[in-house]
């Protein structure tokens, strides 16, 4: 168990500094990645930035995730999922819309007139808080890629071990610190969970 987010980022940072990972930009995932991506971006000394994917919900669950969309619509979802709920064509058209809206709306307001992110040739260490299906990590993979990444690294402080096998399709290497078998939820693994405002989360980036 972790006492917080950036207890995990450390715990995380030195696993990433043991296996030799260089980082040429940090991409935190909002909100709760960004205090992880603080410490891991600290240790390899190397710039914060943030990826942005919300979930693609499904019909009258707000809470079950059948995929997530990047802001730049960068998408991915459980077919799996899709066909256990239900979901049409035209439905997930205009769920994966509004997650990719959302996406780029919160992209705007993390990055505050940055120029757009240019990953040409980077090596990039993509960092959330933990991962439960890893939808919200494929689709930022995705979003990374389509911006030339070089070498795409994931790394969590937690996930179970179905989500870290869907993820290695993605990544040039997944680095997890902790991977239960029994899982249930991310927060399951914190002492201290709170949720982080975005005034909060955004104030990693300046440190």
Known sequence: MFANRTAAGRRLASLLAERGVAADVVLAVPRG???TGRAVADELEAPLDVVVARKVSAPHNDELALGAAASDGAVWVSD???????????YLDRETARAR???????????????????????????DDGAATGATALACLR??????????????????????????GEADAVVVVESPASFGAVG???????????????SYLHD
Not at 80 to 90: K, P, Q, Y
Request: hydrophobic share 40%; proline share 6%.
């Open 33 to 35: 990645g960004l205090p």
């Open 101 to 127: 809206d959302e996406a780029a709306a919160k992209e705007r307001r993390y990055r505050e007139g940055r120029a757009p992110l240019d990953l040409s040739g980077e090596r990039v260490v993509v960092v």
């Open 143 to 168: 979003r990374a890629d389509a911006l030339g990444a070089g070498r795409m690294t994931l790394a969590l402080p937690v996930a179970p071990p179905e989500a870290v096998e869907r993820l290695r």
């Open 80 to 90: 799996e999922l899709v066909d256990r709920v239900g979901a049409d064509d035209a």
């Open 188 to 202: 399951r693994f914190y002492r201290d969970f709170d949720q982080v405002d975005d005034e909060a989360a955004r």
